[in-house]
Nanobody, 125 residues
């Protein structure tokens, strides 16, 4: 069982930056692939970025490439999402997710076994 707690969300002006953190409980964090998703009310939850267990493999949605960076610190049981050059369309609730198995499709919600409660990111224009 893994519990995920996101933090770091908030209100920022367009062009600004935020760093989200996701702290995981449990001793086996390093065995999990991790990802960030986001959701706007009334829309489907969408993939943002993912990282393999070792941190060597990363994957991004087209909307995140060049602006967001996902990273992890297995010693701290934490995954991060550094978000730069934020746009109003990045406004959403951001969720952290963990997969205990081999991920076939990083964008598919059902690949992930555990989810955090989400943190709100609001980008003003």
């Amino acid at each position: 069982q893994v519990q995920l707690v996101e933090s770091g969300g908030g209100l920022v002006q367009a062009g600004g930056s935020l760093r989200l953190s996701c702290a995981a409980s449990g001793r086996t964090f390093s065995r999990y692939s991790m990802a960030w998703f986001r959701q706007v009310p009334g829309k489907e939850r969408e993939f943002v970025a993912a990282i393999g267990w070792s941190g060597l493999s990363t994957y991004y949605a087209d909307s995140a490439k060049g602006r967001f960076t996902i990273s992890r610190d297995n010693a701290k049981n934490t995954v991060y999402l550094q978000m730069n050059s934020l746009k109003p369309e990045d406004t959403a609730i951001y969720y952290c997710a963990a997969s205990a198995g081999v991920v076939g499709n990083w964008r598919r919600l059902t690949e992930y076994n555990y989810w955090g409660q989400g943190t709100q990111v609001t980008v003003s224009s």
